[in-house]
């Protein structure tokens, strides 16, 4: 069964950090392109960072230099690391998996920056 489970959100204040955890079953996790999303209310989802099967890694404009996205594949887990936070930062995270012709997702969690 494949499944994908993200953790690790949470209220935090603006200027906090937080870190989520996607990890990952029943796939050949090594090989997928993991991805984090996020989706506020009434606006569309977005890719926030993706992390190549061989390490290659890019992010949105909004989050460079503030996120940082790693991968250990001895755990089946890709992780997001959210430092310097702001209130536009709320949104529901999701991973994704993608691999040979096929992508799943996880089912969100959820973070709120908040004073």
């Known amino acids: 069964q494949v499944q994908f489970v993200e953790s690790g959100g949470g209220l935090v204040q603006p200027g906090g950090s937080l870190t989520l955890s996607c990890a990952a079953s029943?796939?050949?996790?090594?090989?997928?392109?993991m991805s984090w999303y996020r989706q506020a209310p009434g606006k569309e989802r977005e890719l926030v960072a993706i992390i190549g099967a061989a390490g290659g890694i890019n992010y949105a404009d909004s989050v460079k230099d503030r996120f940082t996205i790693s991968r250990d594949n001895s755990k089946n887990t890709v992780y997001l690391q959210m430092n310097r936070l702001k209130p536009e930062d709320t949104a529901v995270y999701l991973c994704?998996?993608?691999?040979?012709?096929?992508?799943?997702w996880g089912q969100g969690t959820q973070v709120t920056v908040s004073s």
């Open positions: 994704k998996g993608r691999g040979f012709a096929v992508e799943y």
């Open positions: 029943g796939v050949s996790f090594s090989t997928y392109v």
